[in-house]
Every structure is written in structure tokens, then in C-alpha cells.
Nanobody
Framework: QVQLVESGGGLVQAGGSLTVSCAAS????????MGWFRQAPGTEREFVAT????????YYADSVKGRFTISRDNAKNTVYLQMNSLKPEDTAVYYC??????????????????WGQGTQVTVSS
């Protein structure tokens, strides 16, 4: 069993930056791909980014490409999402998740196996 805990969310002005983290415990996730998703009120959970087990491969949603960077530190069992040039439409609860494959560009919620509780990111205009 894997437990994921996100942190680092908060309130930031448009154009600002924020980094959210996801710490895994219970079982190592270093052999698995990891992803970030987000969900705004009244909307479905949407894919943001994913990273391969070793960190060499990444894949982003078009809406965040060039602004967000996903990374991981397997020694710390932690995945990060650095968010730059934030926009009000980036406001959402951000979730990390485990995909029990080495690498995939899958953006489908149902293919991810373990989820954290989320961290709120609010971007003011």
C-alpha cells in the first residue's frame, strides 16, 4: 500500500510561481511513473503532467506545457511540480498519483492506482 501526501499549495498572484510536493510512504514508488492532476470546483479531474520511474521522461498537458515542470527525487520518495507564470485558470486542488508502470503518457484518471488527498492552489488575478 502507498500513501501520498501533497503539500506546498497556497495563494499566489497571477504571474507568480509555486512548487507543490508529493511525499510517498508505505511502499517505495521509485519503480513507478508518477503523475499530477488537478480539479477545479464543478469540473472533472484533469491531467497535468507525468514522469517516468527514473525521471528521464516527462509529458505535459498542453495547457501547462512550458510553464510547469515535473521532477522527482527517488531517494526522498518525492515528486514535485514547479509551476511558473501561473494564471487564474490554474486554480484547483492538485493531486499526485501513482501509475504502476515504468513509463506511460497516459492522462486517464482510471489508470492511476494511488492518490493523495490534494493541495489547494489559488491564483488571484
Amino acid at each position: 500500500q502507498v500513501q501520498l501526501v501533497e503539500s506546498g499549495g497556497g495563494l499566489v498572484q497571477a504571474g507568480g510561481s509555486l512548487t507543490v510536493s508529493c511525499a510517498a510512504s508505505g511502499r517505495t514508488v521509485k519503480g513507478y511513473a508518477m503523475g499530477w492532476f488537478r480539479q477545479a470546483p464543478g469540473t472533472e479531474r484533469e491531467f497535468v503532467a507525468t514522469i517516468s520511474w527514473g525521471g528521464a521522461n516527462t509529458y505535459y498537458a498542453d495547457s501547462v506545457k512550458g510553464r510547469f515542470t515535473i521532477s522527482r527525487d527517488n531517494a526522498k520518495n518525492t515528486v514535485y511540480l514547479q509551476m511558473n507564470s501561473l494564471k487564474p485558470e490554474d486554480t484547483a486542488v492538485y493531486y499526485c498519483a501513482v501509475h504502476r508502470v515504468r513509463w506511460s503518457t497516459s492522462s486517464l484518471v482510471d489508470e492511476y492506482d494511488y492518490w493523495g488527498q490534494g493541495t489547494q492552489v489559488t491564483v488571484s488575478s
